[in-house]
C-alpha cells in the first residue's frame, strides 16, 4: 500500500460517509426520478387492449370500460404526483444517503401502482382489489410526505422554503393519504363500491383543507 506523509484525523470509514454520504446536488436523482414516473405512466397502457373476438368497437368499449377508468386514475394519480416532486425538487440543495433512500422507496411505490390497477380493472368492486389499490395510492402518498419531512429535518431544502411554505405543502399532501387509507377500512366495513365512491370525497376535502390552511398560515405570519 502507498505510504501516506499524513495520517488523516479521521478512519478510512468516516471519510468514505463524508465523502460519498452527502452532496450538494439533486439534479440527478431528479432526473433519475422522471425517467421512473415516466415508465410507470407508460406500463399503466399495457392492460388497454383489444379481447380477442371482439367484432366492434363498440363492443370493445363496453367490455373493457372499466380498465380505460381505471388507467385514467392511476395516469392522473401518478401524474399528479410527478408534478408534486417535480416541483419540490426544485428546490432541494443537496442530498444524503437517507434521501436517496426514501426516494428509491418512493419510486418503488410509483412503478408498482401498475399492479393493483390492473386488479381495479378486471375485479372492482371486489374487496381484495380496491383494497389493494387504496392502500398501494395511500403508501405513496405517505412517502411523498415521509420524503419532504426528511428534506426539511436534514437541512436540504432551499432558504426559500420557509416555516409556512413547507406546512402548507405538508399540509395538501393528507388529504389523499386520508382518503385512499380510510377507504381501505371502508372496504372492508363496507363493501368495495362504497369504498370506490369515497375516492370522490378529493375533490371536496382537498380544496377545503387547502383554504384552512391558507387562512391559518396567513393569519399566524399577520400576528
Known sequence: MPESRETPPEGVEARTRRLFGRGTNADRVAYYSDAVYAIA???LVLDLRIPEGATSALDVLQQEWQSYLAFALSFGIIAYSW??????FKYVVGFDTGLLVINLVLLFLVVS??????LISEFA?????VVAYAAAVALLELAELAEWSYLRGRGLLSP?????????VFWSMLPAIVVFGGS????????GSAAMLSWFAMFAIAPIVGVLVRRRLDSARRA
Open 83 to 88: 408534478m408534486g416532486h417535480h416541483r419540490r
Open 184 to 191: 381501505v377500512l371502508v372496504a372492508v366495513l363496507v363493501d
Open 160 to 168: 426559500e422554503i420557509d416555516e409556512q411554505v413547507f406546512w402548507y
Open 125 to 129: 368492486p371486489e374487496t381484495s382489489a
Open 113 to 118: 401502482l401498475p399492479f393493483p390497477t390492473s
Open 41 to 43: 405512466m407508460t406500463l
